[in-house]
């Protein structure tokens, strides 16, 4: 029995116990090689000795282990310390979708779409890489206190080939498809119509299959057809009812062939709530409502075992969360039936007269355009029909696009009218520090001025406004020491130096800042630190600093009263971050407080000046510029340090800042960027250290603005 405190594999000290399944423990756990929490799952005592578990517990880690994605829960390790298997984790501090459901009901139309346009993008990833998921369900789908949805579990995903994947594998039963219940073909398509049952209970609060056994449920979703949503929750748009139609056939041909599709139409809803625009295949015989013979319901009951449902079900019943629900679906269904069967063909009868008076408004306005009614009236103009056609022939290519409106500063709702009017959505991705009043929306992606699909999706940050941040004390501590501290606090430092008349401290250290210690700045704010140059009246002597890190020769020329400019240099032959030359030799007397330039090695993978970004649209080159952007996780970041570079090109030449080395980050990162004064563009180097070198995962364009 585990308990707080304990150590797995020498590494992850146990802190509390955190969740349960049928297979596992869920743990909070320390990872002291990285210093970082972690959710550790561990499996159960009674199933350590059977080998068939432990495998299926190990290919758990090896299927999701290579996903990287921002909603799905990242893998970071998998081992087995004195008989104890385990999985180690992304620790997701929030509650799962089922909890959230049983606390509010049923959730609202906008939340309900955009969780599962979420976990339909995390399904996406797995599916693009082979890896079919198997037990979609609220359970496995997490909701972090910031609002991130991620999907987890894929206790019963096995990475598939371009071979037909056949698994008699369940999860709970309430979600799975019908082709799962058979214990036959399962792919992609076995996760659409498992969102659909869960999309289903994100708005209506109940689940569309239930009964007192598993045999009973699985029987449910070969057999019976769903009660419609709306039936339950009046207000449900037509266009999101039929996207839950669609993902729920019993007919795999007859549901979304993917997840991308799936997206597109959960966007489109938001755009067009009542649209017509989910297409359903037309019903045939391979699609009607499948009928239980009386011998495959015995084999259901009778497989493995009474109320198993495959060969895994007889462990996989003691895994499933069964839902208590007292309402009697059966009696509702009665109820409501003959309702909603009434109300579908007044719907049809009134849809067939719509697209006939649609059809012909179009023949109308057509016939217009073209002069074909004019002809027969005597007043056609062959000429005019022959100029006007090509003209609308040329622009039915760029018909489906539109032009991004710029979002940046303006309100929710005033953005929300801007892209609704051009045939827009808009989905919040969080906050972010920004020069702009909070609340107002500080960025946006893709950029204002785009040419995008009608219909898509445009991402916004809100603003928070500039931070508020506390001084803190680095009085006493050398110059480089102090000076990191506060530009990794988004502070802006800037040097002087003065000699210590009262002998207190010792040449090199920080006498004095300012703003002083404990007042409360905003982000980006300069604050300037006075080092001790000791005694008056004695000379200094230049230290040899080549070879040593920025920040070494930082402390080593303060301790001789000395000041540093540093400035930037590629170098492939040396490590980024050693000073290649000083511009006074070492052993030279010179007076305190002469100023010496170091040049540092940048990295290697630092693009040449004729790659570097070019520097436009400076106007003012005063004040301190600032880059507030925020980065997703980059393709293949395994969780590792990084160093992320900026280069700018200053006068023709790249000039290149670490802005982090060696150091842990989590992703989403927020930057509090710094630039050179006037320059507006810069591009960001991201590498994470792999062995012993650094491996660069990508390189973003950044936007400076002038801070006020």
Same mark, same amino acid.
């Given at each position: 029995?585990?308990?707080?405190?304990?150590?797995?594999?020498?590494?992850?000290?146990?802190?509390?116990?955190?969740?349960?399944?049928?297979?596992?423990d869920?743990?909070?756990?320390?990872?002291?090689?990285?210093?970082?929490?972690?959710?550790?799952k561990?499996?159960?005592?009674?199933?350590?000795?059977?080998?068939?578990?432990?495998?299926?517990?190990?290919?758990?880690?090896?299927?999701?282990?290579?996903?990287?994605? %921002?909603?799905?829960?990242?893998?970071?390790?998998?081992?087995?310390?004195?008989?104890?298997?385990?999985?180690?984790?992304?620790?997701?501090?929030?509650?799962?979708?089922?909890?959230?459901?049983?606390?509010?009901?049923?959730?609202?139309?906008?939340?309900?779409?955009?969780?599962?346009?979420?976990?339909?993008?995390?399904?996406?990833?797995?599916?693009?890489?082979? /890896?079919?998921?198997?037990?979609?369900k609220?359970?496995? /789908?997490?909701?972090?206190?910031?609002?991130?949805?991620k999907?987890?579990?894929?206790?019963?995903?096995?990475?598939?080939?371009?071979?037909?994947?056949?698994?008699?594998?369940?999860?709970?039963?309430?979600?799975?498809?019908?082709?799962?219940?058979?214990?036959?073909?399962?792919?992609?398509?076995?996760?659409?119509?498992?969102?659909?049952?869960t999309?289903?209970?994100?708005?209506?609060?109940?689940?569309?299959?239930?009964?007192?056994?598993?045999?009973a449920?699985?029987?449910?979703?070969?057999?019976?057809?769903?009660?419609?949503?709306?039936?339950?929750?009046?207000?449900?748009?037509?266009?999101?009812?039929?996207?839950?139609?669609?993902?729920?056939?019993?007919?795999?041909d007859?549901?979304?062939?993917?997840?991308?599709?799936?997206?597109?139409?959960?966007?489109?809803?938001?755009?067009?709530?009542?649209?017509?625009?989910?297409?359903?295949a037309?019903?045939?015989?391979?699609?009607?409502?499948?009928?239980?013979?009386?011998?495959?319901?015995?084999?259901?009951?009778?497989?493995?075992?009474?109320?198993?449902?495959?060969?895994?079900?007889?462990?996989?019943?003691?895994?499933?969360?069964?839902?208590?629900?007292d309402?009697?679906?059966?009696?509702?269904?009665?109820?409501?039936?003959?309702?909603?069967?009434?109300?579908?063909?007044?719907?049809?009868?009134?849809? /067939?007269?719509?697209?006939?008076?649609?059809?012909?408004?179009?023949?109308?306005?057509?016939?217009?355009?073209?002069?074909?009614?004019a002809?027969?009236?005597?007043?056609?103009?062959?000429?005019?029909?022959?100029?006007?056609?090509?003209?609308?022939?040329?622009?039915?290519?760029?018909?489906?696009?539109?032009e991004? %409106?710029?979002?940046?500063?303006?309100?929710?709702?005033?953005?929300?009218?801007?892209?609704?009017?051009?045939?827009?959505?808009?989905?919040?991705?969080?906050?972010?520090?920004?020069?702009?009043?909070?609340g107002?929306?500080?960025?946006?992606?893709?950029a %204002?001025?785009?040419?995008?699909?009608?219909?898509?999706?445009?991402?916004?940050?809100?603003?928070?406004?500039?931070?508020?941040?506390?001084?803190?004390?680095v009085i006493?501590?050398?110059?480089?020491?102090?000076?990191?501290?506060?530009?990794?606090?988004?502070?802006?430092?800037?040097?002087?130096?003065?000699?210590?008349?009262?002998?207190?401290?010792?040449?090199?250290?920080?006498?004095?800042?300012?703003p002083?210690?404990?007042?409360?700045?905003?982000?980006?704010?300069?604050?300037?630190?006075?080092?001790?140059?000791?005694?008056?009246?004695?000379?200094?002597?230049?230290?040899?600093?080549?070879?040593m890190?920025?920040?070494?020769?930082?402390?080593?020329?303060?301790?001789?009263?000395?000041?540093?400019?540093?400035?930037?240099?590629?170098?492939?032959?040396?490590?980024p971050g050693?000073?290649?030359?000083?511009?006074?030799?070492?052993?030279?007397?010179?007076?305190?407080?002469?100023? /010496?330039?170091?040049?540092?090695?940048?990295?290697?993978s630092?693009?040449?000046?004729?790659?570097?970004?070019?520097?436009?649209?400076?106007?003012?080159?005063?004040?301190?510029?600032?880059?507030?952007?925020?980065?997703?996780?980059?393709?293949?970041?395994?969780?590792?340090?990084?160093?992320?570079?900026?280069?700018?090109?200053?006068?023709?030449?790249?000039?290149?800042?670490?802005?982090?080395?060696?150091?842990?980050?989590?992703?989403?990162?927020?930057?509090?960027?710094?630039?050179?004064?006037?320059?507006t563009?810069?591009?960001?180097?991201?590498?994470?250290?792999?062995?012993?070198?650094?491996?660069?995962?990508?390189?973003?364009?950044?936007?400076?603005?002038?801070?006020?």
């Amino acid at each position: 029995m585990l308990k707080a405190g304990m150590f797995i594999g020498e590494r992850y000290e146990i802190v509390e116990k955190v969740g349960s399944g049928g297979m596992a423990d869920v743990f909070k756990a320390k990872d002291h090689k990285l210093n970082r929490f972690v959710a550790v799952k561990v499996m159960k005592q009674e199933f350590r000795e059977d080998t068939t578990f432990i495998r299926k517990f190990r290919s758990e880690a090896q299927a999701a282990a290579g996903l990287t994605h %921002p909603n799905i829960v990242n893998i970071f390790d998998v081992g087995e310390s004195e008989g104890i298997n385990y999985i180690v984790m992304e620790l997701i501090e929030g509650i799962t979708l089922k909890e959230y459901i049983s606390r509010k009901g049923c959730l609202s139309i906008k939340e309900a779409t955009s969780i599962a346009i979420q976990v339909s993008m995390g399904l996406e990833a797995a599916h693009s890489h082979g /890896i079919v998921h198997r037990d979609v369900k609220p359970q496995n /789908i997490i909701i972090s206190t910031d609002g991130k949805v991620k999907v987890t579990d894929f206790g019963i995903a096995r990475a598939a080939s371009s071979n037909t994947i056949s698994s008699n594998a369940m999860g709970s039963v309430h979600y799975s498809s019908p082709e799962q219940v058979r214990g036959g073909y399962s792919d992609e398509k076995s996760d659409i119509y498992s969102l659909g049952i869960t999309l289903y209970e994100m708005v209506t609060g109940r689940v569309p299959f239930d009964g007192e056994t598993t045999v009973a449920i699985a029987i449910k979703h070969l057999q019976e057809e769903l009660i419609p949503p709306s039936t339950f929750t009046p207000n449900l748009p037509f266009s999101l009812e039929k996207i839950i139609e669609k993902c729920t056939q019993k007919s795999v041909d007859r549901r979304y062939s993917n997840m991308e599709d799936v997206i597109a139409d959960l966007k489109h809803s938001l755009i067009d709530p009542q649209g017509d625009f989910v297409k359903l295949a037309s019903l045939n015989t391979h699609a009607q409502t499948v009928v239980v013979s009386e011998s495959e319901r015995n084999a259901i009951k009778n497989a493995n075992g009474a109320g198993s449902l495959s060969s895994g079900e007889s462990r996989i019943s003691r895994v499933e969360e069964e839902i208590n629900d007292d309402t009697d679906y059966e009696e509702e269904y009665e109820r409501h039936g003959g309702l909603s069967r009434g109300l579908e063909k007044a719907m049809t009868i009134g849809a /067939i007269l719509v697209g006939i008076i649609i059809i012909i408004v179009l023949i109308i306005v057509i016939g217009n355009k073209s002069g074909f009614f004019a002809t027969l009236m005597g007043r056609g103009d062959n000429t005019q029909q022959e100029e006007t056609l090509p003209e609308e022939d040329a622009d039915a290519d760029d018909e489906n696009l539109v032009e991004v %409106p710029d979002l940046t500063g303006q309100s929710e709702d005033t953005a929300q009218e801007m892209v609704t009017t051009v045939g827009l959505g808009m989905s919040y991705q969080d906050e972010e520090v920004s020069d702009l009043e909070k609340g107002l929306i500080s960025s946006q992606d893709p950029a %204002p001025g785009s040419q995008v699909p009608m219909y898509s999706t445009i991402k916004y940050w809100r603003s928070s406004g500039s931070p508020s941040l506390n001084i803190p004390d680095v009085i006493g501590r050398t110059q480089g020491d102090a000076q990191q501290t506060l530009e990794d606090m988004g502070l802006v430092v800037s040097v002087t130096q003065a000699y210590d008349e009262d002998y207190e401290y010792e040449i090199g250290q920080v006498m004095a800042v300012n703003p002083a210690v404990g007042s409360t700045v905003n982000a980006g704010s300069t604050v300037t630190l006075t080092v001790s140059m000791g005694e008056e009246g004695y000379d200094a002597v230049v230290p040899y600093v080549i070879g040593m890190t920025e920040n070494e020769a930082k402390n080593a020329l303060a301790g001789a009263a000395l000041m540093a400019i540093v400035q930037s240099q590629v170098d492939e032959t040396t490590e980024p971050g050693r000073v290649l030359s000083q511009s006074l030799e070492a052993d030279t007397t010179v007076e305190k407080g002469t100023t /010496i330039t170091i040049t540092v090695s940048a990295s290697a993978s630092t693009p040449t000046p004729s790659a570097a970004p070019s520097t436009t649209g400076a106007i003012d080159a005063t004040g301190t510029w600032k880059c507030t952007q925020k980065l997703d996780t980059p393709i293949g970041y395994s969780g590792g340090v990084v160093r992320m570079e900026l280069v700018q090109m200053v006068n023709g030449s790249p000039k290149v800042t670490t802005i982090i080395d060696g150091k842990e980050v989590e992703f989403p990162y927020q930057l509090n960027i710094t630039g050179e004064p006037g320059l507006t563009e810069g591009t960001l180097y991201l590498s994470e250290l792999i062995g012993s070198d650094y491996i660069e995962l990508g390189h973003y364009p950044l936007t400076f603005a002038k801070a006020n």
